[in-house]
């Protein structure tokens, strides 16, 4: 895991200057230590993946694979706390966090995320089947090892290939259904994949000066709003064939398609309405468009996700 | 101070966090236990509950249901 560019300083782990754990944790601090908004994205998409696979669990096992994955990624941003706890200290957005804020000492939260992630990933296998569980694993290893120690501090593409971590869930619920990854797998792993960098972009742009004091290298940071809005755009771009696209596998059909038709469309037109405004413009109606595009692109995912699991019925249906 | 409930913020905390703990534990037994039952029954309770004991693969059956036609066969020709 260690790279030639990175510093002794920036593979230490991080000290938190400051920062004194008053008192016990109650049991809500360990809760939100499993950064619950993105365990609800991982639900969601994962329970899509295994109930648009051809093969279904039988009811028990499903909800085991389904709870286990939500852990594991639950257990994955328990490690990336830990790990960025230094960083999410001088953030606005994440100071109020269990350890910044103290009321979690940073080797707790470590033995609980490690702890949580090995019982995740052995009782998925138990529940499924071994393809399922090494998938798991590597998605905590790949957020935790690679995207939060490694590119997060290190390029501003962290973002685009950290992506990959939040787009493994739906894969994963298709592998422990099916025993097996397919086209139709790799295909809701691209959307997510895809739909990361311009949904982070767009929160980056009102969130500049957070990531700046953190010294967290953004494209915002390292190449200025200019670029990260063109790019916002481009990722737009690329995005909407392939989205598109899993319209026209075996999974996909005319809801899905018509839903990704119209999201899309505004998608693009929100990142071009971005890439038209300038740094002025967006400051003085306090990044109106920016926080709009940011809430629509996770309508966006929602919806996508949303009209397969309509498909899925439909056909159950026929 | 009530004997019960402690008032001070850290026993209040304390307190939520055994019983977090508790339910947890007691979720991953039931989990377990019911999670057991569909594996030893292929997903049929009601097996479980008549005490039909193990899993039994579609594979496993169709050899079975093989054997006890080769002997009944075997029976009916001696």
Redo the contacts between chains.
Sequence with gaps: MADTSMTETQMARPQIAGTQTE????????VQLLKPRVMSLVVFTALVGMVVAPVHL????A??AI?FIALGGGASGALNMWWDADIDAVMKRTARRPIPAGKIAPGEALGFGLTLSAISVVMLG??TNMLAAGLLAFTIFFYVVIYSMWLKRTTPQNIVIGGAAGAFPPMIGWAAATGSVSVEAWAMFALIFLWTPPHFWSLALFMNSDYSAAKVPMLTVTHGKRSTRRHILAYTLIQAPVALALGFTPIGGWVYLATSVVLNAGFILGALLIVRRDEATAQADKYRVEKKVFTFSLAYLFLHFGALLVEAVLRGLA | MSYFKPDHEIYRRRFSRNVGVGVALAAFVILSFFLTVEKVTQGNPMRSIKGEGFAVTAEDQAMKDALKASQGTTGASN
């Design positions: 008192g016990e944790p109650g049991f809500s601090d360990f039988a009811p028990v096992s909800f085991t709870l138990l529940a």
